[in-house]
């Protein structure tokens, strides 16, 4: 067994970036056990020029800390750009990415050969999620969200909330 940070070792920060556009089960699912083998952990909440976000960056993040309940291992971010020039600038050494099926896999080692590239200090480390959290996804819950479906038991009730709000104001015309 490698030895912890308290008994010399250089304790380990990882990253996990994404939009978070809703934080979701599966995306607690993998913090939470990140926290098994990193010390320390960055959420990294991506803003995107070119996507259109149902939630600003700053309303995820506030979902991120609710969902995590300030767990002092857990730093919520945001960044603009490279994941590699963040990653630089926090010293971070491990970059987690989740992979629900197969599918995934081809595009998120595109991305992981790439950012080897730019840094190689930073390594790559893809997880598998849940059984329970494996057809979960962000862009699925808006989705059943938008058209009124229901969200419970894939986010967070404050996440479910503010889901239902936001579409009944586009729905009224008031966001």
Do not use: C, W
């Amino acid at each position: 067994m490698p030895p912890s940070a308290s008994e010399g070792r250089e304790p380990l920060l990882a990253l996990y970036a994404g939009s978070f556009d809703p934080i979701t089960h599966g995306h607690d699912d993998l913090i939470k056990r990140t926290l098994t083998f990193a010390d320390r952990l960055i959420v990294a909440v991506a803003n995107n020029v070119n996507k259109q976000p149902l939630f600003s960056v700053d309303e995820r993040m506030h979902f991120i800390r609710e969902v995590m309940a300030d767990d002092p291992r857990i730093e919520i971010r945001s960044f603009s750009g490279l994941l590699v020039d963040f990653a630089r600038e926090v010293g971070a050494r491990v970059n987690v990415r989740g992979l629900r099926a197969v599918s995934d896999f081809e595009y998120e080692f595109q991305i992981a050969l790439m950012n080897r590239h730019l840094y190689p200090d930073l390594e790559t480390i893809f997880m598998t999620p849940s059984l329970d959290t494996t057809y979960i996804s962000s862009s699925m819950v808006r989705e059943v969200a938008r058209f009124g479906g229901d969200v419970t038991g894939l986010v967070h009730p404050l996440v479910a909330d503010a889901m239902r709000e936001r579409f009944a104001a586009l729905q009224r015309g008031d966001a």
